[in-house]
């Protein structure tokens, strides 16, 4: 496709449940981003993969959130044991990462996850 | 005090008002991104600053690099630029963004 996908696009889970939201990247990025988004505020960072090497989960919550890259293309977020607080936008993001200073983020339509 | 700060949270206009937004950053960030988000989620990049300003049709970005400021300009507002706009920030040598809370425009006919 020509731009980053996500699904599901809607997810409402019971309190305890354990969902998986995934991302399709655009082909060839290398670079992909999830972040959270809570209702009325700004995105915020979870992780970061380069191809199927996950450099950065200093933003992951708790150790309920998990994600994963195995090929370097598609991305799996993965929350376990649902909780309230966790409702949220999730965001998927990639770029080509050939240069830090030009990069270009490119954002999926993002998964609303409500917790019932 | 949050890395990326914007003002104002809110802004209702008329249909063809200048419109400026505004963000503040802290020490550390190189690039200022400015993202568009739509009702519904799906954010679209519209720049990415280092110096200088960017204009594409109605939209001007500019960033100052010694205040480490950067404003957002549109120019003859329409309703179609209600939206959120939303300041992000790359630090130095990252990759990840740190974003403002966003400005929710609301453009009246």
């Known amino acids: 496709g020509a731009g980053v996908s996500q699904s599901p696009r809607y997810k409402v889970a019971k309190r305890g449940q354990d969902v998986a939201l995934r991302c399709d990247p655009i082909?060839?990025?290398?670079?992909l981003f999830w972040y959270q988004q809570a209702l009325g505020q700004g995105p915020e960072f979870l992780t970061y993969f380069q191809n199927e090497a996950q450099l950065d989960k200093s933003g992951l919550p708790s150790d309920r959130f998990f994600a994963e890259r195995p090929e370097g293309s598609v991305s799996t977020l993965k929350i376990q044991r649902t909780q309230q607080e966790d409702s949220a936008v999730y965001l998927c993001?990639?770029?080509?990462?050939?240069?830090?200073?030009?990069?270009?983020?490119?954002f999926g339509p993002g998964t609303r996850l409500t917790v019932l | 005090k949050n890395e990326v700060e914007q003002s104002p949270q809110n802004l209702t206009a008329q249909e063809g008002e200048f419109i400026t937004i505004n963000c503040s950053y802290s020490?550390?960030?190189?690039?200022l991104h400015w993202l568009q988000q739509h009702p519904g989620g799906g954010i679209v990049s519209l720049f990415m600053l280092s110096s200088g300003k960017k204009k594409h049709g109605r939209l001007i970005a500019t960033i100052n690099i010694q205040e480490k400021h950067s404003s957002l300009h549109i120019t003859a507002s329409h309703p179609r630029d209600s939206a959120v706009y939303i300041c992000a920030g790359r630090r130095e040598g990252a990759q990840k963004l740190v974003f403002g809370q966003g400005t929710r425009l609301t453009i009246n006919p």
């Open positions: 020490v550390g960030i190189s690039a």
């Open positions: 993001a990639s770029s080509l990462a050939r240069s830090v200073r030009t990069d270009t983020q490119y």
């Open positions: 082909s060839g990025h290398v670079s």
